[in-house]
């Protein structure tokens, strides 16, 4: 019988984790800037980064940015949500702000999607809880992030929970547009009894 333990390795064993990038001062849009940047704002755990809301900017200082590409993980290491948000393509040049961590896996044991999971669930989110600092705006500090203790399933268990979130996010997806229609429907019924 095989044997099914799960494999634990700290975070920065399997993972390349760098800053975002290091803006001087406040983020100045140039609407035909080279660049566009992933802020806070612009990115959720569960619809990704909405890449049409990005401001556009020119590169600040003399670091080469480290631009995003499929299949990064962006961790938010600033602010009360210290959630991972998982890149399945990238439209353009982009960086993220400094309020990140850009994740890129280094161990081919691990799938990027699977990555953002775990660190958007209980087990994960409770470490972070317990290991912010901080009292107004918390943050996660990169030595705490790296001694995560991540479980490594096989490949074929992360693709099976990598489908299984992809499948509850599209149910849930579902079920908020039935609730929005429905709704529409009792307007135009209410506006029928009106008239």
Same mark, same amino acid.
């Given at each position: 019988m095989e044997n099914d333990a799960v494999k634990l390795s700290p =975070?920065? +064993? /399997?993972?390349? /984790?760098r800053p975002g990038y290091p803006f001087r001062g406040a983020i100045k849009e140039a609407p035909r800037g080279e660049m566009a940047v992933v802020q806070i704002k612009n990115a959720d755990a569960e619809r990704g980064v909405d890449w049409q809301a990005l401001a556009n900017t020119e590169p600040t200082g003399r670091k080469q940015p480290d631009w =995003?590409? #499929? #299949? +990064? /993980? =962006?961790f938010i290491a600033r602010g009360n949500r210290n959630v991972a948000v998982y890149l399945n393509q990238v439209p353009g040049r982009a960086v993220c702000a400094p309020q990140f961590y850009l994740l890129r896996v280094k161990d081919d044991r691990v799938l990027p999607a699977y990555l953002a999971w775990y660190l958007n669930e209980f087990p994960a989110q409770r470490y972070f809880e317990q290991s912010a600092e901080g009292s107004v705006v918390t943050s996660i500090r990169r030595q705490v992030l790296e001694s995560l203790p991540l479980p490594i399933p096989d490949l074929q268990r992360q693709q099976l929970i990598v489908n299984l979130v992809d499948t509850a996010r599209r149910e849930k997806q579902l079920t908020e547009q039935l609730i929005r229609n429905r709704e529409q429907q009792l307007t135009l019924v209410a506006r029928g009894l009106i008239q």
């Amino acid at each position: 019988m095989e044997n099914d333990a799960v494999k634990l390795s700290p =975070l920065g +064993d /399997v993972v390349a /984790v760098r800053p975002g990038y290091p803006f001087r001062g406040a983020i100045k849009e140039a609407p035909r800037g080279e660049m566009a940047v992933v802020q806070i704002k612009n990115a959720d755990a569960e619809r990704g980064v909405d890449w049409q809301a990005l401001a556009n900017t020119e590169p600040t200082g003399r670091k080469q940015p480290d631009w =995003l590409q #499929g #299949g +990064d /993980v =962006l961790f938010i290491a600033r602010g009360n949500r210290n959630v991972a948000v998982y890149l399945n393509q990238v439209p353009g040049r982009a960086v993220c702000a400094p309020q990140f961590y850009l994740l890129r896996v280094k161990d081919d044991r691990v799938l990027p999607a699977y990555l953002a999971w775990y660190l958007n669930e209980f087990p994960a989110q409770r470490y972070f809880e317990q290991s912010a600092e901080g009292s107004v705006v918390t943050s996660i500090r990169r030595q705490v992030l790296e001694s995560l203790p991540l479980p490594i399933p096989d490949l074929q268990r992360q693709q099976l929970i990598v489908n299984l979130v992809d499948t509850a996010r599209r149910e849930k997806q579902l079920t908020e547009q039935l609730i929005r229609n429905r709704e529409q429907q009792l307007t135009l019924v209410a506006r029928g009894l009106i008239q």
